[in-house]
């Protein structure tokens, strides 16, 4: 396991990828072809639910497909881990998303997470946006993981596991380039006159996206490069880095 920082989630949480039933569900849909396979012989695309969820109201079952358009909320205790074309989620307990369609069926165009976490992988191609109550992000070909604290908190936590992310936070804008873990905060309300302030990597493990690529068959960006650096976006021996181009600090109060 990679080394992460637990910040209002458990450890146990992290560790779905390495329980038994969720190893036999995702080597069953990979052996079986994935999502094309699945959609071709009208499966439903959940590589594994555990514990109760909710699709628009109802209660999810395991054969089911979720779609753009669908509303999903998590229960205590629960995990969940789909594929919608070439983008793969994992949503973890207490979570509420809605899934605003994209292009076309198949495509995902907007996950609005109102509360809880989600890691996600996204497929090359047209624009997506992550969207909360505090965050709008434009996503390509990229792995992210983003939670919303609960209330009286309320802040959004983002991190660009890797690739290029249009971060906006009201009238605040900022690009982040990543190989490797550069985190964010969303606030509520400015802090010493900011709104989005750099974090530290919390609450996901590079397993957990190494997991979720395989499935919709694709690699992380550390796994194609074969190095790892700083949870800050800096990579060792080279990279991206920096928030905006600012280097691996916060971007300085004139940035726009």
């Given at each position: 396991m990679t080394d992460h920082t637990l910040q209002g989630r458990t450890a146990s949480e992290l560790h779905w990828f390495r329980r038994r039933r969720f190893l036999?569900?995702?080597?069953?849909?990979?052996?079986?072809?994935?999502?094309?396979?699945?959609?071709?012989?009208?499966?439903?695309?959940?590589?594994?639910?555990?514990?109760?969820?909710?699709?628009?109201?109802?209660?999810?079952?395991?054969?089911?497909?979720?779609?753009?358009?669908?509303?999903?909320?998590?229960?205590?205790?629960?995990?969940?881990?789909?594929?919608?074309?070439?983008?793969?989620?994992?949503?973890?307990?207490?979570?509420?998303?809605?899934?605003?369609?994209?292009?076309?069926?198949?495509?995902?165009?907007?996950?609005?997470?109102?509360?809880g976490g989600v890691v996600s992988i996204?497929?090359?191609?047209?624009?997506?946006?992550?969207?909360?109550?505090?965050?709008?992000?434009?996503?390509?070909g990229t792995g992210v993981y983003t939670e919303v604290l609960p209330e009286p908190d309320g802040r959004t936590y983002l991190c660009n596991c890797y690739g290029l992310i249009q971060l906006s936070v009201g009238t605040e804008q900022t690009e982040s380039r990543s190989e490797y873990h550069q985190a964010f905060w969303a606030e509520p309300a400015p802090r010493n006159g900011r709104s989005l302030t750099p974090a530290p990597a919390i609450n996901h493990t590079d397993e957990e996206l190494e997991y979720l690529a395989q499935l919709v068959d694709q690699r992380t960006a550390w796994q194609v490069s074969g190095k790892k650096g700083a949870k800050d976006g800096a990579v060792s021996?080279?990279?991206?880095?920096?928030?905006?181009?600012?280097?691996n600090g916060p971007p300085p109060a004139s940035a726009p």
């Open positions: 036999q569900s995702a080597a069953t849909w990979i052996g079986l072809g994935g999502i094309a396979t699945a959609q071709a012989q009208g499966r439903g695309n959940v590589v594994e639910l555990n514990g109760d969820a909710m699709l628009n109201g109802a209660r999810l079952r395991p054969d089911q497909a979720i779609q753009p358009g669908d509303a999903i909320s998590t229960g205590p205790g629960t995990r969940l881990t789909f594929v919608i074309g070439s983008d793969a989620f994992h949503v973890r307990q207490n979570s509420q998303l809605k899934l605003e369609p994209g292009s076309s069926v198949s495509v995902v165009g907007v996950p609005r997470l109102i509360t996204w497929g090359k191609g047209a624009e997506r946006k992550i969207v909360t109550g505090t965050l709008t992000a434009g996503i390509r021996g080279g990279g991206y880095g920096g928030y905006g181009g600012y280097g």
